[in-house]
């Protein structure tokens, strides 16, 4: 058995760590476009809306209307 810096695994614990946090920043916001009461979250974060999630949501129509150009197939 060798032994290894530990600041190597706090680093490596640092970048998982981050990677985590982005992908739950965008997780989010997917469950927030399928949410039938998050509408007036999406409609000031226009920016962070998944369109392919908020297709789903049955009181999306107007956002998606209103964004033909974002959605895509």
């Given at each position: 058995?060798?032994?290894?810096?530990?600041?190597?695994?706090?680093?490596?614990?640092?970048e998982i760590d981050d990677?985590?946090?982005?992908?739950?920043?965008?997780?989010?916001w997917d469950y927030i476009?399928?949410?039938?009461?998050?509408i007036d979250i999406l409609k000031e974060n226009k920016d962070k809306i998944n369109w392919m999630s908020l297709s789903l949501n049955e009181n999306g129509y107007e956002?998606?209307?209103n964004n033909i150009d974002k959605i895509y197939f």
């Open positions: 058995m060798t032994n290894r810096p530990i600041y190597k695994l706090v680093e490596w614990m640092k990677k985590m946090e982005e992908i739950y920043k965008y997780s989010k476009s399928m949410n039938i009461n998050g956002l998606l209307k």
